[in-house]
């Protein structure tokens, strides 16, 4: 069974600077998605970036990108000039391919950003 | 538009209480989604429709009942809940036909069991 872990519960950074969140995953797959998403205190789970895992080139969203490393099944992500909005809990996804659409989800980063 | 919506917002029911959940989607998503969560817990997948058929149920008791009457819409009946089952109900959609298949998460119905 996939399993995805992210080994820091808490995080805080300062406002303007740059935070990198982590996550691992253990699959035998080749082909499979992975996912960060943010929830903030008002609960909406947003999409931030996706990543798949047959692209070598890490993706990148504004302020939002990836470091994924696949030998290594590790998958973080950096937040550059953090912003006050972006205090929320960050879920690291993993979804195999024609998985019949589950997503496992590893325990969640709560990130604080002090002003 | 990648909007999924769902009401109420807030729920408190007594444990004899029989109420509906619902989630509204009109992306076109042909797959949808029902998961529980918990405070400071991820998401944990309860039902799974797709093509307006259950095709995942994980182990969920029966006094959850979902229901999909059309592609847009989705139910979750509740009737004779616990304390325990207090907890915030998310909704998510996707189509699965795509290759970057990414589900999409409503606002969530806080739901209050006393």
């Known amino acids: 069974a996939q399993t995805v872990t992210q080994s820091q519960p808490e995080m805080s950074v300062q406002e303007a600077e740059t935070v990198t969140l982590s996550c691992t995953y253990d699959t035998s797959e080749s082909d499979y998605y992975l996912f960060w998403y943010k929830q903030p205190p008002s609960r909406q789970m947003i999409l931030v970036i996706r990543?798949?895992?047959?692209?070598?080139q890490n993706a990148t969203e504004n302020r939002f990108s990836v470091n994924f490393q696949k030998a290594a099944k590790s998958f973080s992500l950096k937040i550059s000039d953090s912003q006050l909005g972006d205090a929320a809990m960050y879920f690291c996804a993993y979804r195999k391919n024609n998985a019949g659409n589950m997503l496992t989800f590893g325990g969640g980063t709560r990130l604080m950003v002090k002003p | 538009d990648t909007e999924v919506t769902q009401t109420p917002k807030h729920l408190v029911m007594g444990m004899t209480n029989k109420k509906s959940l619902k989630c509204e989607q009109h992306m076109g998503h042909r797959a949808m989604y029902w998961y529980k969560q918990k405070a400071k817990k991820p998401p944990e997948l309860m039902f799974v429709?797709?093509?307006?058929?259950?095709?995942i149920n994980e182990s969920v008791p029966s006094r959850f009942s979902p229901e999909c009457p059309n592609s847009s819409l989705l139910n979750l009946h509740l009737h004779a809940l616990q304390p325990e089952d207090s907890a915030l109900y998310l909704c998510?959609?996707?189509?699965?036909?795509?290759?970057?298949?990414?589900?999409?998460f409503g606002p969530g119905t806080r739901l209050l069991v006393l």
């Open positions: 990543q798949e895992a047959y692209k070598q």
């Open positions: 998510a959609s996707s189509q699965p036909t795509v290759s970057k298949e990414t589900q999409y």
């Open positions: 429709y797709s093509y307006e058929k259950l095709s």
